[in-house]
């Protein structure tokens, strides 16, 4: 999702772009976007992808948004870390050294809370498994510093795309009449346009960025505000009770933590960096969506 969005956001600006894929269907030859094969589960990639190449921006990880059985939890964590490893691997063989790397995590690694403002220097991590899984994410990236002077990581928020990911799942269940509020609804939900989490992709690269950088909008708001607003914008009614936390626990097991956790989480060094949002508020950003 948020791929297709950088290499849109590339186009527009003459870039070209080599993009990994492990599917040998997706593979094409285009002057201006040619694919790669790779299977990081084997270790696998095509090492002409470094050919001619000055950024590298890594996105690759399995959906949370499936059941978090143990097996699945153990393909979240290796999806990642091998995808990483596979990456350093092929730098390596190739010697390749490039101007900037910027790598995906996710704000799952701060604290569930409904108080604490988390800016990236927030040393607790959260205790569940989106918490280990960023940990070990980050210090995979963070190996790839030897092959370039601009290391930067992006952690992830909730983000919004009026065709993929979790919106549309949010808006099903209005569109229906039956939406509701998860819990309590107070928990607080960092959100990010997709136009500005590709922006902010390539912003990192080619301004050769290094550090730790929140992908979040300026204005998070509640659960309970978040499902309002959708409400409000598509012209529905909002007459259901919240969805209680125990039936979301019964319903979707240890993956329902992702709906109920709260992080309310600044993108303040990202603005001193000199990036500007497009969608800075969440009503007009939904609106261009939905």
Same mark, same amino acid.
């Given at each position: 999702?948020?791929?297709? &969005?950088?290499?849109? &956001? $590339?186009?527009?600006?003459?870039?070209?772009?080599?993009?990994?894929?492990?599917?040998?269907?997706?593979?094409?030859?285009?002057?201006?976007?040619?694919?790669?094969?790779?299977?990081?589960? =084997? !270790?696998?990639?095509?090492?002409? $992808?470094?050919?001619?190449?000055?950024?590298?921006?890594?996105?690759?990880?399995?959906?949370?948004?499936?059941?978090?059985?143990?097996?699945?939890?153990?393909?979240?964590?290796?999806?990642?870390?091998?995808?990483? &490893?596979?990456?350093?691997?092929?730098?390596?063989?190739?010697?390749?050294?490039?101007?900037?790397?910027?790598?995906?995590?996710?704000?799952?690694?701060?604290?569930?809370?409904?108080?604490?403002?988390?800016?990236?220097?927030?040393?607790?991590?959260?205790?569940?498994?989106? !918490?280990?899984?960023?940990? +070990?994410?980050?210090?995979?990236?963070?190996?790839?510093?030897?092959?370039? =002077?601009?290391?930067?990581?992006?952690?992830?928020?909730?983000?919004?795309?009026?065709?993929?990911?979790?919106?549309? =799942?949010?808006?099903?269940?209005?569109?229906?009449?039956?939406?509701?509020?998860?819990?309590?609804?107070?928990?607080?939900?960092?959100?990010?346009?997709?136009?500005?989490?590709?922006?902010?992709?390539?912003? $990192?690269?080619?301004?050769?960025?290094? !550090?730790?950088?929140?992908?979040?909008?300026?204005?998070?708001?509640?659960?309970?505000?978040?499902?309002?607003?959708?409400?409000?914008?598509?012209?529905?009614?909002?007459?259901?009770?919240?969805?209680?936390?125990?039936?979301?626990?019964?319903?979707?097991?240890?993956?329902?933590?992702?709906?109920? +956790?709260?992080?309310?989480?600044?993108? =303040?060094?990202?603005?001193?960096?000199?990036?500007?949002?497009?969608?800075?508020?969440? &009503?007009?950003?939904?609106?261009?969506?939905?």
């Amino acid at each position: 999702m948020v791929g297709k &969005q950088i290499i849109s &956001q $590339c186009l527009e600006q003459n870039i070209k772009v080599h993009f990994l894929t492990t599917s040998k269907k997706k593979l094409s030859e285009d002057a201006m976007v040619k694919g790669y094969y790779w299977n990081p589960a =084997k !270790g696998e990639i095509d090492k002409a $992808c470094f050919e001619g190449v000055d950024y590298v921006i890594n996105l690759a990880g399995a959906t949370i948004a499936k059941r978090w059985t143990n097996s699945y939890k153990e393909e979240v964590l290796l999806s990642r870390i091998n995808s990483l &490893q596979t990456l350093e691997n092929g730098l390596k063989e190739t010697k390749t050294h490039v101007k900037s790397i910027v790598s995906a995590s996710a704000i799952g690694v701060y604290p569930n809370s409904l108080t604490n403002y988390y800016e990236e220097t927030e040393r607790e991590v959260d205790n569940s498994f989106l !918490g280990e899984v960023v940990v +070990a994410w980050e210090k995979a990236a963070k190996s790839l510093s030897g092959y370039t =002077k601009n290391l930067s990581i992006i952690r992830i928020g909730l983000v919004l795309d009026g065709e993929e990911g979790a919106l549309p =799942k949010l808006v099903q269940p209005i569109k229906l009449g039956i939406g509701a509020a998860f819990g309590s609804g107070e928990q607080w939900q960092s959100w990010i346009h997709i136009n500005d989490l590709a922006s902010m992709f390539l912003f $990192c690269a080619l301004q050769g960025l290094n !550090g730790v950088y929140n992908g979040v909008a300026p204005n998070p708001v509640s659960n309970a505000k978040m499902v309002k607003e959708i409400a409000s914008i598509l012209n529905k009614p909002l007459w259901l009770p919240n969805i209680p936390s125990a039936m979301l626990k019964v319903l979707l097991g240890e993956m329902s933590y992702v709906l109920l +956790a709260s992080q309310r989480v600044s993108s =303040k060094k990202i603005e001193e960096e000199g990036f500007r949002f497009r969608f800075a508020s969440l &009503q007009p950003a939904l609106t261009g969506l939905l």
